[in-house]
T-cell receptor, first 116, second 112 residues
């Protein structure tokens, strides 16, 4: 049973436009959500996170939105740049309810391709 | 500084070999993790250490043996692995269990 779902295996966006990556989760115990960026043969790089008490968190070009009632979050990248081309993983944890020792549950990732 | 280092970068081993993967961080992280990532799959948690104490993951075969010699080091000892254990092994650190995790570059393991 997949608890974190990224239903788009790939997404192609033109340089300068907005990239929107989506993530859905099923476990109501999840209270902390993260986005990671990954290049081939490298470890994931932490981008941005959000706790369940917020509905938006912004850091530079990256904004994460959380809709708890829909169990849905999204990552917005504005403007998209060629260096943003990578695989993006959504991850979740029941961190604040004592589930931090369970680590992170990852989605399958979305391959973002920024076209010049 | 969020650097986590892992050695070696690549490792090829036979099924009868014994080898170890090393992970190091000097950021004062008190939680450290081992993940396994197969091609085109997400990372999967193997082990968690919090303040140098292990939280056992019962689904991990005993041919993988973690060790935390001190708060900066994490080892993963490998023995009698199978070809299906070939994967990218990732180490991550976090300030503690309630904070975001920072990953190392990984060790690409091939079992022949």
């Amino acid at each position: 049973d997949q608890q974190v779902k990224q239903n788009s295996p790939s997404l192609s966006v033109q340089e300068g436009r907005i990239s929107i990556l989506n993530c859905d989760y099923t476990n109501s115990m999840f209270d902390y959500f993260l986005w990671y960026k990954k290049y081939p043969a490298e470890g994931p790089t932490f981008l941005i996170s959000i706790s369940s008490i917020k509905d938006k968190n912004e850091d530079g070009r990256f904004t994460v939105f959380l809709n708890k009632s829909a169990k849905h979050l999204s990552l917005h990248i504005v403007p998209s740049q060629p260096g943003d081309s990578a695989v993006y993983f959504c991850a979740a944890s029941a961190m604040y309810s004592g589930g931090g020792a369970d680590g992170l549950t990852f989605g399958k990732g979305t391959h973002l391709i920024i076209q010049p | 500084d969020t650097e986590v280092t892992q050695t070696p970068k690549h490792l090829v081993m036979g099924m009868t070999n014994k080898k170890s993967l090393k992970c190091e961080q000097h950021m004062g992280h008190r939680a450290m993790y081992w993940y396994k990532q197969k091609a085109k799959k997400p990372p999967e948690l193997m082990f968690v250490y919090s303040y140098e104490k292990l939280s056992i993951n019962e689904s991990v075969p005993s041919r993988f043996s973690p060790e935390c010699p001190n708060s900066s080091l994490l080892n993963l000892h490998l023995h009698a692995l199978q070809p299906e254990d070939s994967a990218l092994y990732l180490c991550a650190g976090a300030r503690d269990l309630s904070y975001e995790q920072y990953f190392g570059p990984g060790t690409r393991l091939t079992v022949t």
